[in-house]
Structures are given as C-alpha cells and as structure tokens.
C-alpha cells in the first residue's frame, strides 16, 4: 500500500490533482448538478493502471431551487393576482352599482319635483284662464290640459322617451300657453327631415323649463307679437336642439324680475342638474341675441343632448 498512489480530475479538466497514497476524496459545497469523477491509481514509479475508474455523482439541488418549486411559486403568484384583482373588479363593480343606485335614486327625486313644478304652472294657467270667465275656451283648455297631463304621467314612468312623444307633449303645453298669453306669440317645431323622431330617445320633460324660461321672460313681456323656434338637429350621436325667441332679452328680462317675483322657474335648474348627471358629455349654452345696432331682439338655448338607449 505504501507504494500505490491515486489522483483524481473531473471529466472536462485537463490537470489531474494528486491524492498521494491515500485514497480518500473530500469533496466539499459543491454546487447542485452532475459530476464525472475519473480517478486513476498506479505505483511510486508514475505507472498508472490504464483502466480508470469512473464515478458519477449526482447533487440534487435544495426543493426551493427546484423547477416544481418555481412553478408553485409561479402558479401561487397568478392565483395570488388573480383573487386581488377579482376583488378589484368585483369592488368597482359593486362601488359602481352603488354610483348608479344613487344616481337613480337622485333622477326619482329630480323627476318628482319637476312634476309638481309642472303641475303647479299649468294649474296657475287654468285659474288664470278661469278667472276670465271664458267658458267655452276653458273647456278647450281643459280638454288640452287633460291630454296633456295624461302624457306628463305616462312619461315619468319612464327614465327615457321617444323624441316624438316629448315633442307632442311639447306641443300641448304651447298650446295651452299660447292660448293663455292670448295668442301673443306663435311657435313653430323643426325636425330634420331625415330625422326618425322614433328612433332617439330622451329624458321626458327634459325641453319645457326652457321653453317656459322663453315665453315667461322673453315672450310674455314683449309688447308686441313674438315668435317661438323649437329646432331639432341629428348630429349621429347627439341631437342638438335650438330654442330661439325673439323676446326682450335676458337683461330687460333681470330688471323685470327685481320688480316682480311672482313668476319665479326653478325648472331650469332642476334640468341643468339632469342634464350634467344624465351624461357628462351633454351640454347647454344661453346666447343673447342682438340686433344690428346692438339691440336686445331674444334669446337662443342650445343643447347638445347625447342619444340614450
């Protein structure tokens, strides 16, 4: 024994690594993996036998460098992000459905008040007609008011009507103001031609407030006859409405107002408020109009009123 000597490499090396006659190998923190280890032994003399033995050792690396345990780790991850964004999305869903409970609770409560609003106007215009003591024009007015007020009804059932139903129900109430003012100002309804009134819906009663602002503080005071323009414009995906009068104007309008609160339409911003929560993106604009000598000759509403389904 004391003349046979060993020595040792790793298959890919090209030095060996002597071990003298001891033939012991320690082998420390080697990394996880395959290994070939050649060992050789021979005598004093360098006569090594030409047969050397072959060792295979396999190092198994620790469980959390294992590729089960990537895959775990990749499968806990995607469950992880998947419940936090089921729980993102089942959030929004509920904070959005809770949005649009509130927002309909607030559209109930716009709509019940400009019921009354309305109610309350039209009655002012048959105990105004009433007290004239005009029979048969109060039997007409009557019967109108009944169409109408049965229209007003069937209407607020409903969050959305067809624009042809508003219109008609438009064309009630300025028959009733037209022939309470004495006939002191007349009015006209413009669609585009090509326009199906049938196939766009809107807001029900979602246009008087601004027809009443017109006749009320531009029409009414106006001494002589007035005109009242209702235009209706296909834009694609929005109607755009025109309400032009030929009154007095919105400053001759305020200096009246300061001497007579009587008539006081808080429709207007009842509607304004609809409007903006009904759709962000719709919009109003009041213009005065003037003459060519910068005379007040009425006032122009327009609406950009985006379709509803």
Same mark, same amino acid.
Not at 16 to 41: C, F, M, R, S
Not at 216 to 221: A, D, P, Q, S, V
Not at 282 to 305: M, P, R, S, W
């Given at each position: =024994? !004391? ?25 420390? =923190?080697? &990394?996880?993996?395959? +290994? ?13 036998? %030409? ?42 869903? *509920?904070?959005?459905?809770? =949005? *649009?409970?509130?927002?309909?609770? @607030? ?24 007290? &004239? ?5 109060a039997s007409g007015y009557l019967t109108t008011f009944s169409k109408l007020m049965r229209n007003i009804l069937d209407n ?6 067809? $624009?042809?139903?508003?219109? @008609?129900?438009?064309?009630? +109430? $300025? ?10 100002? !007349? ?20 246009? &008087?407030?601004?027809? !009443? ?8 005071? %106006?001494?002589?006859?007035? =005109? ?21 104007? *919105? ?14 339409? +808080? ?6 408020? *609809? ?16 003459? !060519? ?8 509403? &327009?609406?950009?009123?985006? +379709?509803?389904?």
């Open positions: =024994k !004391e003349k046979t000597i060993y020595r040792y490499k790793f298959e890919g090396d090209s030095k060996w690594t002597d071990l003298g006659a001891n033939p012991k190998l320690p082998l420390v =923190k080697l &990394q996880h993996g395959n +290994y070939k280890l050649i060992v050789e032994v021979g005598d004093n003399l360098n006569n090594w036998v %030409k047969k050397p033995l072959l060792i295979t050792i396999n190092i198994k690396p620790p469980f959390y460098k294992t590729v089960w345990f990537y895959i775990f780790i990749g499968l806990l991850l995607t469950a992880i992000g998947f419940m936090i964004n089921r729980n993102l999305v089942l959030h929004e869903k *509920r904070e959005g459905e809770l =949005k *649009r409970k509130i927002k309909d609770v @607030e559209m109930q409560t716009l709509r019940s008040q400009m019921n009354p609003h309305f109610l309350f106007n039209s009655l002012n215009s048959i105990n105004s007609f009433i007290i &004239q003591q005009k029979t048969n024009e607020s059932r409903h969050s959305t009507i067809n $624009l042809s139903k508003e219109i @008609e129900t438009l064309e009630l +109430y $300025l028959q009733l103001e037209s022939v309470r003012l004495d006939h002191k100002f !007349e009015y006209e309804i413009i669609c585009d031609e090509d326009m199906d009134n049938f196939g766009i819906n809107i807001p029900p009663l979602i246009l &008087q407030p601004f027809v !009443e602002n017109s006749i009320w503080h531009g029409l009414h005071n %106006k001494k002589e006859k007035g =005109k009242l323009s209702i235009i209706f414009e296909d834009k694609s995906d929005y109607l755009f409405i025109k309400i032009i009068d030929d009154g007095i104007g *919105r400053n001759a309008s305020a200096l009246l107002k300061q001497k007579d609160v009587k008539h006081k339409s +808080y429709g207007i911003d009842i509607t304004i408020n *609809r409007l903006l929560m009904l759709n962000s993106k719709n919009k109003f604009e009041i213009i005065d109009l003037y003459d !060519e000598n910068e005379n007040a000759k009425g006032t122009e509403v &327009q609406l950009e009123l985006y +379709y509803y389904d």
